[in-house]
């Protein structure tokens, strides 16, 4: 009988948050799919054709006649679309990098610090994922606007005559994407260099090298799977990024996270957003499927 | 050999200023008297007392909370049975697949998690509200559980379950009285990770939520829209003050116990 209860029980460990991902996540990617090749109609909901489970087979050969590719012709003949996606991988390419380039010098300092105040500077880096990410890009409104902070202090110090235009322009979408993504990057980097053996280090300065050889030759190749890790964290997200070029960005500033909220939420056109979705994540596919590689080796070791 | 350069302590003060300064700015801000955001007036806590008129605003507050608490308490169930599943079983169908529902949400972006569901709610005739938004925050905030309880469960010995299981202890009973215990504080950040997220979160609960349930972050972000103004300063001060001193008074209990589990450990052995 224990044994019996104890398989139930095995069982339903997996089977009940498998269910439910299935259900909610996996499922709900078909519909999106089966909607992208829907028509628009004005109705409730606003697509055509609805599967009818009632009218059988019959139902089902009428259903899969009305189906149409015509939702992804569209967004290839509409420029805007090509040139928000094109926009969306290059504007989060580059600010991923940027992240990058921000994040590696923090998290190299992280785990050089002397080992009783590191729990303290871990902590310092986690706080600010965990506060609101709304309300971090909100600060940066402040601070960016014409008469924002930025430009009292740069005025003040006469560096600048006229305040700088930098709040809806695409120069803010990096700095909110750096900014909001930083932690995201700092972390994976930090466990990859804490890990690092100093001896080796000490090793290649032995033999001849200088500082930065022995960084560029044995530091940054063994910190690469935390490079790669952080690199996904942020750039699969950016790209899809609504919240920062909404409130950061301009006109100027194409996004395809934008386009889809604007499709949906003010065209209420669904089987187009179904059909921007499903590229984007067409798209994103790749990056995706390297990060749960990496993922999966890592909860390997 | 000492590599905790100037230059070290440099980037770190950089880095973190850049990631301090602005959250600084806009609690400071929040206590200003005038209406200008950006111009300094004086002293005030006039923006904290018309919070407190502005019902909206509470409703919103009220929702948010209770999506947070209910959505967060259901994830970390499933986020730790799916962690046990992926730690315990390596080998059942669908393992791939499983473990690919898990990562994809932490990074999948949140317009698509967003449509995805919403289309799913409208396409098995489900009425959009509280009840949606919360069954969507469940479905990525177990992610996360799944994965910092994954990572405790990985570093864990199993060696003392089966010697409990040795002594006669059910599988059950190993389960609660040895498991649990040790990953407790695994399970307890999941659980205020995923209140977190579900307390920020904008996207998936605007694709998510119907008439009547209107989250916290969805009142901000319609605010913001209209422009910047002291009384969202003053709320967004609010919620990263709870979450701040939600996250240091969990460290530092977690930190608590570590060190007393370490002695009681010692203390197993000396008497051994």
């Given at each position: 009988m224990a044994r019996l209860v104890n398989g139930i029980f095995n069982r339903l460990v997996i089977a009940v948050p498998f269910?439910?991902?299935?259900?909610?996540?996996?499922?709900?990617?078909?519909?999106?799919?089966?909607?992208?090749?829907?028509?628009?109609?004005?109705?409730?909901?606003?697509?055509?054709?609805?599967?009818?489970?009632?009218?059988?087979?019959?139902?089902?050969?009428?259903?899969?006649?009305?189906?149409?590719?015509?939702?992804?012709?569209?967004?290839?003949?509409?420029?805007?679309?090509?040139?928000?996606?094109?926009?969306?991988?290059?504007?989060?390419?580059?600010?991923?990098?940027?992240?990058?380039?921000?994040?590696?010098?923090?998290?190299?300092?992280?785990?050089?610090?002397?080992?009783?105040?590191?729990?303290?500077?871990?902590?310092?880096?986690?706080?600010?994922?965990?506060?609101?990410?709304?309300?971090?890009?909100?600060?940066?409104?402040?601070?960016?606007?014409?008469?924002?902070?930025?430009?009292?202090?740069?005025?003040?110090?006469?560096?600048?005559?006229?305040?700088?235009?930098?709040?809806?322009?695409?120069?803010?979408?990096?700095?909110?994407?750096?900014?909001?993504?930083?932690?995201?990057?700092?972390?994976?980097?930090?466990?990859?260099?804490?890990?690092?053996?100093?001896?080796?280090?000490?090793?290649?300065?032995?033999?001849?090298?200088?500082?930065?050889?022995?960084?560029?030759?044995?530091?940054?190749?063994?910190?690469?799977?935390?490079?790669?890790?952080?690199?996904?964290?942020?750039?699969?997200?950016?790209?899809?990024?609504?919240?920062?070029?909404?409130?950061?960005?301009?006109?100027?500033?194409?996004?395809?996270?934008?386009?889809?909220?604007?499709?949906?939420?003010?065209?209420?056109?669904?089987?187009?957003?179904?059909?921007?979705?499903?590229?984007?994540?067409?798209?994103?596919?790749?990056?995706?499927?390297?990060?749960?590689?990496?993922?999966?080796?890592?909860?390997?070791? | 050999m000492n590599r905790w350069t100037s230059f070290n302590k440099f980037s770190l003060t950089l880095g973190f200023g850049f990631l301090y300064l602005p959250i600084l700015l806009l609690i400071v801000y929040s206590f200003n008297e005038s209406k200008l955001v950006t111009v300094w007036g004086g002293f005030s806590t006039r923006w904290y007392t018309s919070l407190l008129e502005n019902e909206a605003l509470k409703d919103a507050a009220w929702v948010t909370a209770r999506v947070a608490f209910t959505s967060a308490s259901i994830a970390t169930v499933l986020g730790t049975l799916a962690a046990l599943a992926l730690t315990r079983y390596t080998k059942f169908h669908g393992r791939v697949l499983f473990s690919g529902m898990i990562y994809a949400p932490l990074v999948m972006p949140d317009v698509i998690t967003g449509l995805s569901l919403l289309l799913f709610f409208v396409a098995v005739n489900l009425d959009r509200g509280i009840v949606t938004v919360i069954l969507a925050h469940i479905t990525f905030s177990m992610c996360y559980v799944a994965v910092v309880v994954q990572s405790r469960l990985l570093s864990f010995d199993r060696s003392i379950e089966e010697a409990a299981m040795d002594l006669g202890a059910t599988p059950t009973r190993t389960f609660l009285q040895v498991t649990l215990p040790v990953i407790a504080p695994a399970v307890v950040s999941g659980w205020m990770l995923a209140f977190t997220l579900s307390l920020d979160d904008l996207v998936i609960s605007s694709f998510a939520s119907g008439p009547g349930a209107t989250t916290l972050p969805m009142k901000i972000y319609s605010q913001v829209r209209l422009g910047v103004t002291p009384e969202i300063n003053a709320v967004s001060t609010i919620l990263v003050t709870i979450v701040t001193i939600g996250v240091i008074t969990a460290s530092i209990i977690n930190k608590r116990r570590e060190v007393q589990r370490q002695r009681d450990e010692q203390a197993a052995f000396a008497q051994g």
């Open positions: 269910g439910w991902l299935l259900i909610l996540f996996l499922v709900p990617f078909f519909i999106v799919f089966r909607i992208s090749l829907s028509q628009t109609a004005i109705a409730m909901p606003p697509y055509t054709p609805v599967f009818d489970l009632a009218a059988g087979w019959d139902g089902l050969k009428d259903f899969l006649s009305q189906l149409s590719l015509d939702n992804f012709i569209y967004l290839t003949q509409d420029s805007l679309y090509v040139k928000a996606y094109i926009s969306s991988v290059t504007i989060a390419f580059f600010a991923t990098l940027l992240t990058l380039l921000v994040g590696y010098p923090i998290a190299y300092a992280m785990a050089q610090a002397p080992r009783t105040v590191r729990p303290t500077l871990l902590m310092l880096v986690i706080l600010p994922f965990w506060t609101s990410f709304l309300i971090r890009v909100y600060a940066w409104i402040a601070i960016l606007k014409p008469e924002g902070f930025l430009n009292q202090i740069l005025l003040y110090l006469g560096l600048i005559h006229e305040p700088l235009i930098i709040l809806n322009t695409n120069v803010a979408v990096y700095i909110g994407i750096v900014y909001s993504y930083l932690p995201f990057m700092v972390l994976p980097l930090y466990s990859a260099l804490e890990k690092l053996d100093g001896t080796l280090i000490e090793a290649a300065e032995d033999l001849g090298c200088t500082q930065f050889q022995a960084f560029w030759k044995v530091t940054f190749p063994l910190s690469l799977p935390g490079v790669i890790a952080g690199f996904l964290l942020v750039f699969i997200p950016a790209t899809g990024e609504f919240v920062i070029p909404d409130l950061l960005g301009g006109s100027e500033t194409l996004m395809i996270g934008k386009t889809l909220w604007a499709e949906f939420f003010s065209n209420r056109d669904w089987p187009i957003s179904s059909a921007v979705a499903i590229v984007l994540l067409l798209v994103l596919v790749i990056p995706i499927a390297l990060f749960q590689n990496a993922q999966t080796k890592a909860q390997g070791e | -």
